[in-house]
């Protein structure tokens, strides 16, 4: 199965934009990369999702490489409320879900 | 508010005993999938179903089976718990299969094994 890998934390400052970066150097061809999040004491939720092209929606952007091998999630202006733990996750073409170990971000007023 | 529900919020319960977790996707969701948190393992995805069939495993234990019914609720059910076994336990769904839809997690149940 692929993997993921992503960094254990980040810091950012209030209302500065802030890069969430993930790995997943093993993903095929198929694969489908989500970015969800999840604040205290909740469950998952979904930011967004892509398979080759950088996409933007209300929340935030995608961008994956070329290579598909990693991809950076982007919040363009950071807010109090966007501190969370953020998982980066692959989406199989056969059904199966690979959730990496997620960064937990923080955000400084 | 996701739509999707899930009980009990908590249950605890002693080793060697088994407990059946329940998940009802939200309205028209065919498909459903079943996770674990736990502090050491993190997220980790354990099965999913899609109308009814099984259609992948993840790291689920032999010891733990689910079934997804007719109305298209699915029980997750955990048999001779172990002390491990304690963790939250998240159920998602989804519209259709496939990497394209996003998923709706319920708020989880916790489960405690003493």
């Known amino acids: 199965d692929a993997k993921t890998t992503q960094p254990n934390s980040m810091e950012s400052n209030e209302e500065e934009p802030v890069h969430l970066p993930c790995n997943h150097s093993?993903?095929?061809?198929?694969?489908?990369i989500h970015w969800y999040r999840q604040l205290p004491s909740q469950g998952p939720e979904y930011v967004i999702h892509?398979?080759?092209s950088n996409v933007n929606n209300r929340m935030a952007s995608l961008a994956i490489a070329e290579d598909r091998k990693s991809s950076t999630l982007i919040l363009h202006r950071a807010t109090l409320r966007d501190a969370a733990v953020y998982y980066c996750?692959?989406?199989?073409?056969?059904?199966?879900?690979?959730f990496g170990p997620g960064t937990s971000l923080s955000v400084i007023p | 508010d996701s739509g999707v529900t899930q009980t009990p919020k908590h249950l605890i319960t002693a080793t060697g005993q088994r407990v059946t977790l329940r998940c009802s996707p939200r309205s028209g969701d065919l498909s459903v999938y079943w996770y674990q948190q736990s502090l050491d393992q993190g997220l980790q995805f354990l099965i999913h179903y899609y109308n009814g069939e099984e259609r992948a495993k993840g790291n689920i234990l032999e010891r733990f089976s689910a079934q997804q019914f007719p109305d298209l609720h699915s029980e997750l059910n955990l048999s001779s718990l172990e002390l491990g076994d304690s963790a939250l336990y998240f159920c998602?769904?989804?519209?259709?299969?496939?990497?394209?839809?996003?998923?709706?997690f319920g708020p989880g149940t916790r489960l405690t094994v003493l």
């Open positions: 892509g398979l080759t």
């Open positions: 996750i692959l989406k199989t073409s056969y059904d199966k879900v690979i």
């Open positions: 093993t993903i095929s061809g198929t694969d489908y």
């Open positions: 998602a769904s989804s519209a259709q299969r496939g990497g394209i839809h996003e998923q709706f």
